[in-house]
T-cell receptor, first 112, second 114 residues
Framework: EAQVTQNPRYLITVTGKKLTVTCSQNMNHEYMSWYRQDPGLGLRQIYYSMNVEVTDKGDVPEGYKVSRKEKRNFPLILESPSPNQTSLYFC???????????FGPGTRLLVL | QKEVEQDPGPLSVPEGAIVSLNCTYSNSAFQYFMWYRQYSRKGPELLMYTYSSGNKEDGRFTAQVDKSSKYISLFIRDSQPSDSATYLCAMSTQTTGGGNKLTFGTGTQLKVEL
């Protein structure tokens, strides 16, 4: 089944404790992206990657890092999480040049 | 001013009603227009996408784009309780690297009641 998977689905952590949210897709998509979704603000792009070893900032990159060492994986790293990073995070992927993106199920993060 | 404006609702309608969901935008560079549906505790899933001004129909759903007015709509005919979800409009522009950047509306929460 073609899909985007994210782990973990739910995470509670404390300020400053480094964490990684994994994202994997099995559709051989070149383009991958991370979003956060907050009430009243909608989906905002954090980082995106156009292919292996090619990443760039989205609209709200502060406090986040990403890497793209393999085509299928695109982890999101929070080196020192803060409470304002409490949010619902989505990973998405698409074929290069295609407008339609496929989303993962989401990761709900609470930073205390 | 946000690039994409969408009424957040919530919108509550009886089963069988025609639903109209709308977004306005300010960026003339938007080329593709999409509607995503998001059920509670799920990721957004693509419902429809269009490129040009005009209407596109898919079953009970019709997407309408008016580029001159910078206005897009999604109509749902014969609405069902299973249509209860948040509907997100999204628009794309091409990045300098050749990719596509999506800008989303905040979503309209729809509830279809029996």
């Amino acid at each position: 089944e073609a899909q985007v998977t994210q782990n973990p689905r739910y995470l509670i952590t404390v300020t400053g404790k480094k964490l990684t949210v994994t994202c994997s897709q099995n559709m051989n998509h070149e383009y991958m992206s991370w979003y956060r979704q907050d009430p009243g603000l909608g989906l905002r792009q954090i980082y995106y990657s156009m292919n292996v070893e090619v990443t760039d900032k989205g609209d709200v990159p502060e406090g986040y890092k990403v890497s793209r060492k393999e085509k299928r994986n695109f982890p999101l790293i929070l080196e020192s999480p803060s409470p304002n990073q409490t949010s619902l995070y989505f990973c998405a992927s698409s074929l290069w040049g295609k407008e339609t993106q496929y989303f993962g199920p989401g990761t709900r993060l609470l930073v205390l | 001013q946000k690039e994409v404006e969408q009424d957040p609702g919530p919108l509550s309608v009886p089963e069988g009603a025609i639903v109209s969901l709308n977004c306005t935008y300010s960026n003339s560079a938007f080329q593709y227009f999409m509607w995503y549906r998001q059920y509670s505790r799920k990721g957004p899933e693509l419902l429809m996408y269009t490129y040009s001004s005009g209407n596109k129909e898919d079953g009970r759903f019709t997407a309408q784009v008016d580029k001159s007015s910078k206005y897009i709509s999604l109509f749902i005919r014969d609405s069902q309780p299973s249509d209860s979800a948040t509907y997100l409009c999204a628009m794309s522009t091409q990045t300098t690297g050749g990719g596509n950047k999506l800008t989303f509306g905040t979503g309209t929460q729809l509830k279809v009641e029996l």
